[in-house]
Structures are given as structure tokens and as C-alpha cells.
């Protein structure tokens, strides 16, 4: 069984950048698919992007082109999503889930972006 | 990018009765399509992939069919814990998308 254990909440104003990571325990990692989906409060799942670590190749949803960096570290197995240019539309609780068909999910990160 | 569209926004249903929700793509997403559940203040489980595989755990009330552009998740006899909010994911190629979602709420 994955677990994805995810790095703190954070707080941090417009224009700056947060990097969220996300430790994967159990299974296969470096084969596997890690994706990146937020939640602004009180709305739908977005897709933000992904990677699979052994490719080390990113895709990245075509509104946060830019401004989005995913990575992954296949000796500590843990995936990180930077997002830069931060505005309170940032706002959201962020998720890193694993497998093609997104089977397992971190806890989530809230990211608030506020002056 | 593929456009995923769900109906109902919401359904009221009465406990023990049955549902279904739709999900359709704004093009072929082949059988690569899975559902969610979402409870307040949880991460969202993954119910159904490959259009009509029940993911590990999961109630075989949980049903899913459709592929193409046309996708079901049937729900029999809804239990207490099922009034969620459920959302369907295509991952046909890289560019994953979500659709906005169906709340089920108790009527």
C-alpha cells in the first residue's frame, strides 16, 4: 500500500513562490504516475500536472504553464510541486496522488496566499 | 484538453434508493475514466477506474460503465456514508482533467 505523506501548511504573499513536497512510502516509485491536483475552497478538483520520476519528464496543465514546476527525487521517493507568481486565486488545498489512475492521495496542503 | 461535463449538479435521493450520475467527454477518452468520492474535509478516494473497475475496498454498490465519451457510476441502495460529492477523471494522455462534479445529498 502507498502512502504519500505531505509537507506543511503554508502562507505567503502574492507574487512569491511556495514549493510543496510529497513523500511517498511503500510500492514502486520511480515507475509510477505522481500527479498534482488543488481545491480552491468550496470548489471542484483541478488537475494541475505530473510526472513520472524515472522519466523526469513534466506535464503541466496548460493554464499554469509557466508557472508551475513539477520534480522528483527517486533516492528520497518524493515528488515536489512549485508554483511561483502566487496570487489569492493560489489559494487552495493541494494534493499529490499516485498511480495512473490517481489510486492513492497525500493529505493535502493548504496553501493561502494573502498580503 | 478534454472537457468533462457531469449531470446532475446535484441529486437529492432518499436513503436505500438507487442513482446514477453521468460524466461525457468532449472526446474519446477510450476506458481511461475514473470516479471519485469526496467527503468534508477528506482527500478524494478513488471509487472506479478503467471505467468499470472497482478500485480495492470498495462497495460493489459502486458500479461504473460507458466508454468513449459516454460514462455511468451507478450507485444501488445508497447508504448514510455515500452521500459525498462524486467526480469523474479522464486520463486518456497527460492532459487529466476533472469534471466539476455531482453532489448527492440526503432528500
Known amino acids: 500500500q502507498v502512502q504519500l505523506v505531505q509537507s506543511g501548511a503554508e502562507v505567503k504573499k502574492p507574487g512569491s513562490s511556495v514549493k510543496v513536497s510529497c513523500k511517498s512510502s511503500?510500492?514502486?516509485?520511480?515507475?509510477?504516475?505522481i500527479s498534482w491536483v488543488r481545491q480552491a475552497p468550496g470548489q471542484g478538483l483541478e488537475w494541475m500536472g505530473g510526472i513520472i520520476p524515472l522519466f523526469r519528464t513534466s506535464h503541466y496543465a496548460q493554464k499554469l504553464q509557466g508557472r508551475l514546476t513539477i520534480t522528483a527525487d527517486e533516492s528520497t521517493r518524493t515528488a515536489y510541486m512549485e508554483l511561483s507568481s502566487l496570487t489569492s486565486g493560489d489559494t487552495a488545498l493541494y494534493y499529490c496522488?499516485?498511480?495512473?489512475?490517481?489510486?492513492?492521495w497525500g493529505q493535502g496542503t493548504l496553501v493561502t496566499v494573502s498580503s | 484538453e478534454i472537457v468533462m461535463t457531469q449531470s446532475p449538479a446535484t441529486l437529492s435521493v432518499s436513503p436505500g434508493e438507487g442513482v446514477t450520475l453521468s460524466c461525457r467527454a468532449s472526446q474519446s477518452v477510450n476506458n481511461n475514466l475514473a470516479w471519485f468520492q469526496q467527503k468534508p474535509g477528506q482527500a478524494p478516494r478513488l471509487l472506479i477506474y478503467?471505467?468499470?473497475s472497482r478500485a480495492s475496498g470498495v462497495s460493489d454498490r459502486f458500479s461504473g460503465s460507458g466508454s468513449g465519451t459516454e460514462f455511468t457510476l451507478t450507485i444501488s441502495s445508497l447508504q448514510s456514508e455515500d452521500f459525498a460529492v462524486y467526480y469523474c477523471q479522464q486520463y486518456n494522455n497527460w492532459l487529466r482533467t476533472f469534471g466539476q462534479g455531482t453532489r448527492v445529498e440526503i432528500k
Open positions: 478503467d471505467a468499470s
Open positions: 496522488a499516485s498511480g495512473a489512475s490517481s489510486k492513492d
Open positions: 511503500g510500492g514502486t516509485f520511480s515507475t509510477t504516475t
